[in-house]
C-alpha cells in the first residue's frame, strides 16, 4: 500500500519548482491531487501529467483563495493534507524598503498563507497534516532580505500556534525551510552565465558544498506529511545543507 492511497492533498503553490516536485511524489504515492498556482500554462501541463484539478489561483487574493477551496471541496470531497507552498522573494535593503514592497511580500508569505490555511479548515478531517513551506531566512539575518525574514518569521510563528490550537483535532502542523535551492525563482529574466554565477556564489554558503534540489525538500514535505511522522508536530526543519546547524 502506497502512504498517501485515497488521501486528498491539496497543494497551494504547485505549478513549479518545489510544489510540483512534491505534486509529483505524492501523486506517484497514491494521492488524488488538486493544485493552485498563477501559472495557467504550467497549470494545464501539470494537470495532464500528474492527473490532477489544477486552478489558477493567486494566495494573496482571499477570494481567488476561497474560490479554489470551493472547488476543491466539490470536486474531492475534501483535504487530507494540505501543503502551503505559495511564496515570493524579493531583496531590498532596509532604507529602500517602501510599503508597497513590504505588502507585496507579506500579502502571499504571511498573510495570504494564514487565511489560506484558515478558510481550508473546514474541509480537512481530523487526523490531517498540514506542511507548510517556509525559509532559513527568517533566521539568517542576510541584508536585503529584511521584508521577507520577517515574512517568514511570522509565518514560523503562525504554524506553531496554529498547530497547537488544532491539537483536540490531531491536525499536525509542521514546516519546511529550505536553504539554497536551485529552482527557478533565481534563473528568471537572467542569462545563463548570470545563473551559474549565482550557482556558484550560493553553493559557496552551503557547507555541503552545493545547492539543494527541489527533490530533497519535497521528499521531506511528503514525510512530514505521512504517518510516519505521526509523532512530530510544530517542528520547523530546515533542509539546507548545514546552513543554520554548521554555519
Known amino acids: 500500500m502506497k502512504r498517501f492511497d485515497n ?9 513549479a519548482g518545489i510544489g510540483l516536485a512534491a505534486a509529483r511524489m505524492f501523486a506517484a ?13 504550467k497549470l494545464r501541463a501539470v494537470a495532464e501529467e500528474l492527473d490532477a484539478l489544477c486552478i489558477r489561483s493567486d494566495i494573496s487574493d482571499l477570494a481567488q483563495t476561497e474560490a479554489a477551496l470551493s472547488q476543491i471541496e466539490d470536486t474531492l470531497g475534501g ?16 532604507p529602500d524598503v ?3 514592497f513590504w505588502d507585496q511580500i507579506h500579502s502571499v508569505n504571511l498573510r495570504g498563507a494564514f487565511f489560506a490555511i484558515q478558510k481550508a479548515l473546514p474541509l480537512m478531517g481530523d487526523g490531517g497534516s ?4 517556509g525559509s532559513i531566512g527568517s533566521t539568517a539575518a542576510v541584508p536585503g532580505n529584511v521584508a521577507y525574514a520577517a515574512a517568514k518569521a511570522g509565518l514560523r510563528a503562525m504554524a506553531r500556534i496554529v498547530g497547537k490550537e488544532l491539537l483536540p483535532r490531531r491536525i499536525r502542523v509542521n514546516m519546511v525551510s529550505p536553504g539554497p535551492t536551485d529552482t527557478e525563482i533565481f534563473k528568471r529574466d537572467a542569462s545563463p552565465e548570470e545563473i551559474q554565477g549565482m550557482r556558484d556564489m550560493l553553493s559557496s554558503v552551503v557547507p555541503i558544498g552545493r545547492m539543494g534540489t527541489s527533490e530533497e525538500v519535497a521528499r521531506t514535505v511528503l514525510f512530514l506529511a505521512s504517518a510516519e511522522a505521526s509523532f512530530i508536530n ?3 526543519l530546515c533542509v539546507d545543507g548545514g546552513c543554520i546547524e554548521l554555519g
Open 130 to 133: 498540514i506542511v507548510i513551506t
Open 79 to 94: 483535504i487530507d493534507v494540505l501543503f502551503v507552498n505559495a511564496g515570493v522573494g524579493g531583496f531590498a535593503m532596509v
Open 7 to 15: 488521501k486528498c492533498v491539496a497543494i497551494l503553490g504547485g505549478n
Open 98 to 100: 517602501t510599503p508597497e
Open 29 to 41: 504515492e497514491g494521492a488524488k491531487l488538486a493544485i493552485t498556482g498563477r501559472n495557467s500554462e
Open 234 to 236: 510544530g517542528v520547523d
